[in-house]
C-alpha cells in the first residue's frame, strides 16, 4: 500500500507557540472511551476539595475597634458605600465604622436608653430612632457631629426606622406605623392596622410604595403608601421579630419568628409560606437578605449565626464563638462577602459569607482552580462521603444539646398526632402541612 506524505505530516503551528513565551498548546482528546477513569478521578478530587475546604474555613473576621460599652441592638448598612456601618447600643450610643481599617470612626450619645433601629438617608445622612420618643437626623459627614441636625417627636417609643429608597421619607415602627417627611416635623400618613404595639417595619426596595411591619399581636401586615392604608394583614402562631424583603424578588420576604423558624413568604399568597428555615434553638431575632438574593442570614438568641440558601430549609452554615452572646442584629455587606452581627456583649464582629474563601487578589489560574473545584463540588454533593464532610460543623453544647431535645419533642409530638389520626375517623384529622401550620389566618382590610 502507498501511503502519501500528506498523511504523516503535520503543521507545527497546532503545537508549538508562535513566540517562546507563549505557553505551549495541549491537545487532549475527551472521548470518554478513552478515559474510562475519569468518574473515579473526578470523585478523589471532588472529595479533596471538600475535605480542604473545611481544613482552611475560618469564618471569623475580627471585631470592630473596641466595640460599645452596653448591647448592639440595631445596625444599618449604606447602601451606597461597601466600607461603612452604623452600629447603635443598649446605652443610646451610635458609632460609625470603617470596615476597611475596623476603626471607629464616629461615636455620639444619641439618645437616653435603647437605640432601637437605625438608617441611612439618600445623602448618607443616618437616622436613629430610640425608646426615648424621638428620630434624630445626624451629619455623619460632617467634622463634629455631636448635634443632631433635625429632631422629630413621637408620641411614643420607637421600635423600628427604614427609609425609603429613592424619596426623602421615612417609615418608624411604635405604637403605630407612621410615614414621615424629612421636610416636616410631624408625620404625613399612619398604616396602624390592629396592633398594639409595632415592633419592625421594612421597606420593599423594588417596589418602593410597598413596606411590611410586624406586631405585638402576632401579625405582619402589607401597606401601601400610594393609599396610605394597609393592605393585607398575616397573623401567625407566635410573634415576628424582624423582616427583610428580597432585593431581586419583589414581592418575597422573609419573617424571622419566635418560634425558632425562619419563613420565607409570597406578599401575593400569604395565606401559605413559600420556605421554612430551620435549624436555631431558640427564638431568632434578625434576618437579612444578601444583594444577590440568594441568600440569607439569620442571628439567634442562641447566640449562632446561621447562612441559608434561599431553596434550602437547613444552614449550609454556623458561625459561633466562646464570648459572643445573644445575636440581636445581624446585616449582609452590599459585595455579599462578609457579615456583620451585634450581639448582647457588647462586640460587633465581621464574619466571611464563605467561611474558607479570601479575598486576595487570584491569578486566572488560582480562580479557574477554585471554579473547578466548585463545579465538582456541586456534581458530587449527594455522594454520601462528601455530604458528611461538608455537612459536618461543632456547634456549642448548649446548641446541641437544645436540638437533641427539640428532636425528642418532635418525633414525640409527631407520634401522638399518629396515634389520634389511627383512633380516629377516617379523613376527619387531615395531616398538618408544614408550611402553612404556624399560620393563624389571612385578612384583608375590606374584611
Not at 429613592?166 to 410615614?179: D, G, L
Request: glycine share 6%; proline share 3%.
Amino acid at each position: 500500500m502507498k501511503i502519501q506524505k500528506a498523511t504523516l505530516s503535520r503543521s507545527s503551528d497546532t503545537y508549538l507557540p508562535a513566540r517562546s513565551t507563549e505557553v505551549s498548546r495541549i491537545s487532549r482528546n475527551l472521548d470518554p472511551e478513552i478515559h474510562p477513569f475519569e468518574r473515579a478521578r473526578e470523585y478523589t478530587r471532588a472529595l479533596n476539595a471538600t475535605k480542604l475546604e473545611r481544613v482552611f474555613a475560618a469564618p471569623f473576621v475580627g471585631q470592630l475597634g473596641n466595640g460599645h460599652g452596653d448591647g448592639v441592638y440595631s445596625l444599618a448598612k449604606n447602601t451606597r458605600r461597601i466600607n461603612a456601618v452604623a452600629s447603635g447600643s443598649g446605652d443610646g450610643v451610635i458609632k460609625l465604622w470603617d470596615l476597611t481599617s475596623r476603626e471607629q470612626l464616629l461615636s455620639v450619645a444619641a439618645h437616653k436608653g435603647i437605640v432601637k433601629g437605625l438608617t441611612v438617608t439618600l445623602d448618607g445622612n443616618l437616622l436613629s430612632c430610640g425608646m426615648d420618643s424621638t428620630v434624630k437626623l445626624w451629619d455623619v459627614l460632617a467634622s463634629n457631629a455631636s448635634a443632631p441636625i433635625k429632631t422629630f417627636l413621637g408620641s411614643s417609643g420607637f421600635t423600628g426606622i427604614d427609609h425609603h429608597r429613592s424619596s426623602p421619607t421615612f417609615a418608624t415602627s411604635s405604637a403605630k406605623v407612621e410615614i414621615w417627611d424629612l421636610g416636616r416635623s410631624k408625620p404625613i400618613a399612619d398604616l396602624s392596622w390592629g396592633a398594639d404595639n409595632v415592633s419592625t417595619v421594612k421597606f420593599n426596595q423594588s417596589e418602593q410604595s410597598i413596606l411590611a411591619s410586624a406586631g405585638s399581636d402576632r401579625s405582619i401586615i402589607i401597606h401601601d403608601t400610594r393609599s396610605s392604608s394597609p393592605v393585607q394583614k398575616l397573623v401567625t402562631a407566635m410573634r415576628t421579630n424582624a423582616i427583610s424583603w428580597n432585593p431581586m424578588e419583589a414581592f418575597v420576604f422573609a419573617a424571622a419568628n419566635e418560634d425558632y423558624n425562619t419563613y420565607l413568604y409570597d406578599m401575593r399568597k400569604l395565606s401559605r409560606s413559600l420556605n421554612v428555615y430551620k435549624n436555631h434553638v431558640k427564638a431568632v431575632m434578625d434576618v437579612d437578605f444578601s444583594p444577590t438574593g440568594q441568600e440569607l442570614v439569620t442571628g439567634s438568641y442562641d447566640k449562632t449565626i446561621r447562612i441559608f440558601r434561599t431553596r434550602d430549609g437547613h444552614s449550609r452554615d454556623i458561625y459561633h464563638t466562646k464570648r459572643m452572646q445573644r445575636l440581636f442584629c445581624v446585616k449582609y455587606t452590599m459585595d455579599s462577602k462578609y457579615i456583620i452581627s451585634g450581639s448582647d456583649e457588647g462586640n460587633v464582629r465581621i464574619w466571611r459569607a464563605d467561611a474558607a474563601s479570601r479575598s486576595n487578589v487570584k491569578s486566572a489560574r488560582q480562580r479557574a482552580k477554585l471554579e473547578y473545584d466548585d463545579a465538582l463540588k456541586e456534581r458530587y454533593k449527594n455522594m454520601p462521603e462528601i455530604r458528611r464532610i461538608s455537612r459536618h460543623r461543632h456547634v456549642p453544647a448548649h446548641v446541641k444539646n437544645a436540638a437533641d431535645t427539640m428532636k425528642i419533642e418532635i418525633a414525640s409530638r409527631e407520634r401522638k398526632e399518629d396515634n389520634m389520626r389511627k383512633r380516629s375517623a377516617k379523613g376527619s384529622m387531615a395531616f398538618s402541612k408544614e408550611r402553612e401550620k404556624h399560620i393563624v389566618g389571612v385578612a384583608t382590610k375590606d374584611t
